[in-house]
C-alpha cells in the first residue's frame, strides 16, 4: 500500500482525542487519510493489521495539527525572532507571539499545548495498543509502527519544550522545569496530576525515542511507495533529529557523529546510506510540487481538500500577516540581490508595506519542512566549527557552509578568516536558508541570548519571563500539580 498523504484529523475536538484517541481511519491506494469515520472501542482498535496501520497513521495526522507542525509551530518559532514586521496587528494571528505580550489565557497559548499533548497522548495510546495485541502483526513490522510513533513523541516534545520550558537547556545544563512527561496513554481526567520534568529529563526522553526509532525504522520505504521517503519516519529523519536535539544540548561530538552517519566526507554532500538525501540542485525546489525532493527529509504534507485550517498555513502568515523586517536579515550585506533565495522567495515592497516572503506559495498545497537537507549540513558545519581548537576555520565545517551558499549563489563564498568568524557565518547562513522555517526563535535560544529589538518591540533578556511562554492556564486549573514559569 502507498502513501501518497497523511491527513489531518477533520472537526475532531482535541479532547476526544486526548481522551479516546481511538479513530477508525479511511485507506485509499493512493491517499492514507486517516479521516475519522466511526468510533472503536479498545477491544476492536488494533484486532486488525489495517486497523493498527490506520492507527499509526492517526498520529501523523495529528502532529500535522495547523495548531502544531502543520503551520503554527514554525510561525511562532519564527516571528518571535527579529526578522519580521507584524503587518495586522491581529491577535489570532501571533500578534502577541510577534510582540511578547501573550498571557497564559491566550488561546495560542492554550491552543498550542493541547495540540501537543494530543499528539502525545494519541501516540502513548497506539504504543500501548500494538503492546497489547501482540500477535495481530509480525513483531517486526510492530517495532517499525512503534518506531514512528516514538519519533512523532519525540518531535511533539521537542516543540514543547522549547516554548514551555522555563530556560533554554544551555543557561543551567537542563535543570529547569519543562513540560510533564506523559509516556502512558490517558483516557480520562484520572491521569491529569503530573508534574513538571526538567530539561534535561525531557531531552533524555527524546533521545530515547529517537535512538529507538533510528533502530527500528525502515532505511527507506522504496521508490514505489510515493511520497513516503518524506512524510513518514525512517532512519535518516531520526538520524537529523537527534542532531538538532544533541545542538540544543551543546553537545558538539554528538552531533558530528550522527552528521557522519548521512553526511559524506567530502563535496558533493549526500548520505552514504539509507535514503540517498542531498541538496536539491535549486533552492526553489524544495518547496514546490511535488515536494519529494532529495532534500526534504521530513515534511507534513498539505493538500486542498487537507489543508492546514483557516489562518494556520505558512503561505497566508508571510504573504498576508507579515512582512520582512528591513532591518533585519533581509537588510545584510550577506544577503545580495544575486542570491537566489531572494530573487526566488522575495516580493518587493510596495508603498510602505513591507517586503513579503513567498517560500511558501499555495497556502493549502504546500508542504510543511520539518527537517530538510541544507538545515542538517549547516547544523554539521556548526558542529565541526565549534569542536576545532583554537582559531582554526575547519576546512569541511567552510566547505559544508559553502555547499548552502553556492546552490543559492555560486558568485559568491564565505571566507572566513578565523573559527569565531565561521561560527558567526554559519549562523548569518542559517537565517537566511531557513528563514520562515521556525528556526530564529530556536537558534536564539540554544545560545541563551536575548531576543534582538525589532519596530516598537524592545529587546527581550534571557532572564525576562516574556522569553518563555506561560503555561496555559487550563493546565494549571485541572493539573494540580502543575506550577508556572516564574
Not at 181 to 210: E, H, P, Y
Not at 372 to 377: G, N
Not at 393 to 401: F, G, H, K, P, Q
Amino acid at each position: 500500500m502507498t502513501m501518497k498523504l497523511i491527513n489531518n484529523v477533520n472537526r475532531l475536538s482535541l479532547l476526544a482525542i486526548a481522551l479516546t484517541a481511538m479513530v477508525s481511519t479511511g485507506c485509499k491506494k493512493e491517499n492514507l487519510s486517516p479521516v475519522p469515520q466511526t468510533s472503536l472501542s479498545d477491544a476492536t482498535a488494533f484486532s486488525s493489521p489495517q486497523r493498527i496501520s490506520q492507527q499509526v497513521f492517526g498520529v501523523y495526522s495529528a502532529i500535522k495539527s495547523g495548531q502544531f507542525l502543520g503551520g503554527r509551530a514554525m510561525i511562532y518559532q519564527d516571528v518571535r525572532g527579529e526578522d519580521w514586521i507584524n503587518v495586522t496587528t491581529n491577535g489570532v494571528t501571533a500578534f502577541g507571539v510577534w510582540n511578547f505580550s501573550i498571557t497564559e489565557g491566550d488561546n495560542q497559548v492554550e491552543n498550542y499545548w493541547a495540540a501537543g499533548y494530543a499528539a502525545i497522548n494519541r501516540a502513548n495510546v497506539v504504543l500501548e495498543g500494538i503492546d497489547a495485541n501482540p500477535t495481530v502483526i509480525p513483531a517486526t513490522l510492530a517495532n517499525q509502527y512503534k518506531a514512528e510513533v516514538r519519533f512523532a513523541r519525540a518531535l511533539s516534545y521537542f516543540y514543547l519544550q522549547s516554548l514551555y520550558a522555563r530556560r533554554p537547556y544551555n543557561a543551567d545544563n537542563g535543570a529547569s522545569l519543562s513540560v510533564p512527561l506523559r509516556l502512558s496513554a490517558n483516557k480520562s481526567s484520572a491521569g491529569a496530576s503530573l508534574a513538571r520534568s526538567t530539561q534535561a529529563q525531557v531531552f533524555n526522553q527524546i533521545l530515547d525515542d529517537l535512538n529507538y526509532a533510528e533502530t527500528n525504522l525502515p532505511a527507506t520505504y522504496g521508490a514505489a511507495a510515493g511520497d513516503s521517503n518524506v512524510v513518514r519516519a525512517h532512519k535518516n529523519a531520526a538520524i537529523a533529529m537527534k542532531m538538532r536535539v544533541y545542538m540544543h544540548m551543546n553537545r558538539w561530538a554528538d552531533v558530528i557523529t550522527e552528521g557522519n552517519k548521512i553526511v559524506s566526507t567530502s563535496a558533493p554532500f549526500q548520505s552514504p546510506s539509507n535514503i540517498n538525501h542531498r541538496l536539491a540542485t535549486t533552492a526553489l525546489a524544495p518547496f514546490r510540487s511535488p515536494y519529494t525532493s532529495t532534500e526534504n527529509i521530513f515534511s507534513m504534507p498539505m493538500s486542498n481538500t487537507n489543508s492546514p485550517g483557516t489562518q494556520n498555513g505558512l503561505g497566508g502568515y508571510w504573504t498576508n500577516e507579515f512582512g520582512l523586517n528591513s532591518s533585519g536579515i533581509l537588510g545584510s550585506t550577506s544577503f545580495p540581490a544575486t542570491d537566489a533565495r531572494r530573487t526566488n522567495f522575495l516580493t518587493p515592497a510596495v508603498g510602505t508595506t513591507p517586503a513579503r516572503w513567498t517560500k511558501f506559495n499555495d497556502d493549502l498545497n504546500n508542504y510543511v519542512p520539518v527537517i530538510r537537507y541544507a538545515e542538517v549540513l549547516l547544523n554539521l558545519a556548526e558542529a565541526l566549527a565549534r569542536q576545532a581548537t583554537g582559531t582554526t576555520v575547519d576546512t569541511r565545517a567552510l566547505a559544508l557552509l559553502n555547499a548552502v551558499r553556492n546552490r543559492a549563489d555560486a558568485s559568491v563564498s564565505w571566507n572566513p578568516a578565523t573559527k569565531n568568524d565561521l561560527i558567526n557565518a554559519i549562523l548569518t547562513e542559517r537565517r537566511i536558508e531557513l528563514l520562515g522555517e521556525g528556526f530564529r526563535s530556536l537558534d536564539i535560544m540554544r545560545q541563551v541570548i536575548d531576543f534582538p529589538g525589532k519596530a516598537s518591540v524592545s529587546s527581550v533578556p534571557s532572564s525576562s519571563l516574556s522569553y518563555v511562554w506561560p503555561i496555559p492556564a487550563s493546565e494549571l486549573q485541572l493539573n494540580p500539580l502543575m506550577v508556572r514559569n516564574n
